[in-house]
């Protein structure tokens, strides 16, 4: 069964951080696990959290823009975003 989330809201960093504090009952070796679509058809175990730039191409996708970024190529509207890497 997939998540309830409310319509339209973009997770930001102050939405991610109240929803861990809800969680915060739990173990520490508690697995952080990324849903591969909204619908829930497949999960992967996140095993990397990193700081880069962001620009969103649509409400649904984006480019990122890390620390391999080559100077010139980011757009003048990337903004810092936290990003979740699965396993696979």
């Not at 915060?24 to 999960?43: I, K, Q, R, W, Y």
């Amino acid at each position: 069964m997939a998540a309830t989330r409310p319509e339209g809201l973009i997770m930001d960093l102050s939405r991610l951080r109240a929803e861990l504090a809800k969680l915060d009952h739990l173990p520490g070796e508690t697995p952080v696990v990324l849903a591969n679509s909204a619908e829930g058809h497949g999960f992967s175990p996140v095993t990397l959290v990193e700081n880069a730039l962001y620009v969103a191409d649509s409400p649904f996708a984006g480019s990122r823009y890390g620390d391999e970024a080559e100077e010139g190529e980011v757009p003048s509207n990337a903004g810092p975003a936290v990003f979740f890497w699965p396993a696979c």
